[in-house]
């Protein structure tokens, strides 16, 4: 199934390498991570719909574009969201990624684009969306409560996407899912890890995968 979206295996069984300290959201990969499904190419074309925001980020105030990503991509999907504040990505920029198929609060978040991101103010929303995805990423998967104000992740400029994300940060609390993860690969030059809804029917193929794997470790045991 994965093979016409010009994805490259490498491997279909569970991996068991951890993150080397070159890359940023560790705790959050290493919680979340499933199957390694292979590589994947992918250019960040714009970030639309969304919004620049002023954030601070272990103790640094930065502005920034949270939104979607739009990518031109061999991944299954063309849009991704940013799940690390460690790294930049350049626009017309070509990186190879990852692809991990995870499990966890940020794919919950994932499920909720496609209802949220909708209708009047959707800038606005995108903007919401990211800043609840970085407070996840950066917050949630250290342990520490949902709070814009406080912890490694904050975010209080504008009241109205603070408000669409918290909204999206009650709606997700203490759900998990399946979503896509691209880790970035060039560990000399790392690139922002992205994050993507994957398909559902890829998703039925890679448990019913994952399931058989499962069983045959048992019966071997």
Known sequence: MMNRYGVRILTVGLATALLSSAFANTTLFNNDKVLLLGTVTAQLNSVSPGSTVQITYNSSTSITTAGVFNLTTT??????????????????????????????????LLNQKSSFIVGPDINNKAAGFGIAMWEIAHDHSLGNP????????????????????????????????????????????????????????????????????????????
């Open 75 to 108: 991944a299954p999907k063309n849009e991704a969201f940013c799940v690390d504040l460690d790294h930049i990505i350049n626009f017309s920029t070509t990186y190879t990624y990852e692809l991990w198929l995870a499990y966890g609060r940020v794919g919950a």
């Open 146 to 221: 949902d709070d814009l104000n406080t912890g490694s992740f904050q975010y209080n400029q504008n009241a109205t996407i603070v408000g669409y994300a918290n909204s999206l940060l009650s709606a997700t609390s203490g759900q998990s899912a399946y979503y896509y993860y691209l880790r970035s690969i060039d560990r000399n030059n790392p690139t922002q890890d992205l994050a993507m809804v994957p398909e559902p029917a890829s998703l039925i193929a890679l448990a019913t995968g994952v399931a058989g794997l499962i069983a045959r470790c048992r019966r071997r045991n």
